[in-house]
């Protein structure tokens, strides 16, 4: 067995074995499809003749694996550090970007399921979410977008020695990038000054490349543009988070 398949089978544990984070990893983004689908449900955009949930449902769908991303690494890696089993791994011919790997190989697995589940339950008669035949393209913006977030959990992990301090930094990122990049809210309906802050956010271009892929609506420019950030993005938090990273909590 190679050393990333050992670290990919202990971060899959690591990240299953509580039934309960794993329910509420799928089912927490369902509560908020179930909410804002039965508020706009039959409810239509003029401009794209799309219903309100082919919007609604994408950017749900990004906060969903934006969280779970970020949420899913910066758990594991404080846990492990403080239980002292990244002092054990570190004694072994494990190198950190095997470590990094291994969590980005768990986090695109639970990332494809909350997908596949998401989007079959949005597409049901009761929210009735319409899948454009472009679909395919959300794969490398999920793709993209896990990566991303995974760099954001490698900080919220390398700087946290509590679960409650991860919690606490966490929420505090995850939670108002979530509005601000329009996932909750349309960024028509912001201030054009907050418009302009929503730029800064990574999760406003996985929504952005979500929404072409699944919704059918925007340009092919913007598409790509996201994907081009989205790797920019992806390229600095991972860097910030290993230049951060710690073997222990004596280091």
Do not use: H
């Amino acid at each position: 067995m190679t050393v990333f398949t050992a670290l990919t089978r202990a971060s899959y544990k690591a990240n299953t074995r509580d039934a309960v984070t794993i329910f509420f990893t799928f089912a927490f983004p369902l509560v908020f499809l179930v909410i804002f689908g039965l508020i706009f449900k039959g409810q239509e955009v003029v401009e794209t003749g799309n219903g309100y949930i082919d919007f609604i449902a994408p950017g749900v769908l990004a906060w969903g694996l934006a969280n779970a991303a970020a949420f899913g690494v910066a758990f594991t890696l404080m846990q492990w550090r403080r239980d002292d089993l990244l002092r054990l791994i570190r004694l072994t011919p494990a190198r950190i970007s095997e470590v990094v790997l291994a969590r980005l190989a768990v986090a695109v697995c639970i990332g494809v399921a909350q997908c596949l589940l998401f989007i079959g339950v949005a597409t049901i008669p009761l929210f009735g979410m319409n899948v454009a035949p472009r679909w395919p393209l959300a794969l490398p913006v999920m793709l993209l977008g896990i990566a991303t977030f995974l760099g954001v959990g490698l900080i919220i992990g390398a700087i946290s020695k509590t679960p409650e301090a991860v919690s606490a930094i966490g929420n505090c990122v995850v939670i108002p990038m979530a509005f601000l990049s329009g996932a909750f809210i349309p960024v028509e309906l912001m201030p054009d000054w907050l418009r302009s802050v929503s730029y800064a956010m990574p999760l406003r271009y996985i929504l952005d490349g979500l929404v072409y892929a699944l919704a059918g609506a925007g340009e092919v420019g913007d598409y790509w543009r996201a994907c081009l950030v989205l790797v920019g993005f992806a390229t600095v938090f991972t860097a910030i988070g290993l230049r951060l990273f710690t073997w222990s909590n004596d280091e």
